[in-house]
């Protein structure tokens, strides 16, 4: 069974930076897309970045596109979201999720923002961005 498991979140000032990580267990991790989304409290979950198979193909919300970057390490089986410039707006819980059968040009479409797409989530880290 695979499990995802997110680290690296926090308190942070507008204006700096995190980097979440989400690693994954199982052997077959190259074979998932996978996303990031978030949930503020009162809010629906949102999708903020998705990252195809290869990590070739990327896509990002509009909130958050060119202040986040989605990676992934096939190597480690982690996949990561590098944000700055973070706003009180991104204040949020982050989750990682998968999509366990898809193909490399699943997060070219729209169905890559729609959390039901996804197989798999991880438990949630806390992002705060506060002064």
């Known amino acids: 069974q695979v499990q995802l498991v997110e680290s690296g979140g926090g308190l942070v000032q507008p204006g700096g930076s995190l980097r979440l990580s989400c690693a994954a267990s199982?052997?077959?991790?190259?074979?998932?897309?996978m996303g990031w989304f978030r949930q503020a409290p009162g809010k629906e979950r949102e999708f903020v970045a998705g990252i195809s198979l290869s990590g070739w193909n990327t896509r990002y919300a509009d909130s958050v596109n060119g202040r986040c970057t989605i990676s992934r390490d096939n190597a480690e089986n982690t996949v990561y979201l590098q944000m700055n410039r973070l706003k009180a707006e991104d204040t949020a819980v982050y989750y990682c999720a998968a999509d366990l059968e898809s193909k490399d040009s699943f997060v070219l479409g729209l169905d890559a923002e729609r959390s039901y797409e996804y197989d798999l989530w991880g438990q949630g880290i806390q992002v705060t961005v506060s002064s």
């Open positions: 199982g052997r077959t991790f190259s074979n998932y897309a």
